[in-house]
C-alpha cells in the first residue's frame, strides 16, 4: 500500500505565493518521479510540474518562473512553491508519484487526494 498526503491548499489574493507539500509512504522501493497537477473545474487535469529522480524538472509554460518544485528524497516528499499566483490557478492540485513499490518490480502511478488552491480577492 502506497499513501500521498498533501497539505498546503488554501485560498490566497492574487500576486500572493503558497507552498504545496506532498509526502508518500507505504511499501516504496523507488521513486522515479513526482510531481504535481492541477484540475480546475469543468477543465481536464494538467501537469503542473515535475521533478525526476535525478532532480530534472519539467514545467508548464504558464508557471514557468512562478512555481518552483523541489523535493526530499529522504522523506519521499514534493514540494511546489507557487508564487505570484493568478486567479486562473485556482483548481484542486493533486500529487502524483511514478514509483516502485516493494511487492513489485514495474512501475506504478499513484496519486493523492488533492489538495484545493484558490486564488481570489
Known amino acids: 500500500q502506497v499513501q500521498l498526503v498533501e497539505s498546503g491548499g488554501g485560498l490566497v489574493q492574487p500576486g500572493g505565493s503558497l507552498r504545496l507539500s506532498c509526502a508518500a509512504s507505504?511499501?516504496?522501493?523507488?521513486?522515479?518521479?513526482m510531481g504535481w497537477y492541477r484540475q480546475a473545474p469543468g477543465k481536464q487535469r494538467e501537469l503542473v510540474a515535475r521533478?525526476?529522480?535525478?532532480?530534472?524538472?519539467m514545467y508548464a509554460d504558464s508557471v514557468k518562473g512562478r512555481f518552483t518544485i523541489s523535493k526530499h528524497s529522504g522523506k519521499n516528499a514534493v514540494y511546489l512553491q507557487m508564487n505570484s499566483l493568478k486567479p486562473e490557478a485556482t483548481a484542486v492540485y493533486f500529487c502524483?508519484?511514478?514509483?516502485?513499490?516493494?511487492?513489485?518490480?514495474?512501475?506504478?502511478?499513484?496519486w493523492g487526494q488533492g489538495t484545493q488552491v484558490t486564488v481570489s480577492s
Open positions: 502524483h508519484a511514478l514509483l516502485t513499490t516493494t511487492s513489485a518490480w514495474e512501475t506504478s502511478d499513484y
Open positions: 507505504g511499501s516504496i522501493r523507488s521513486i522515479n518521479a
Open positions: 521533478i525526476t529522480y535525478v532532480g530534472s524538472t
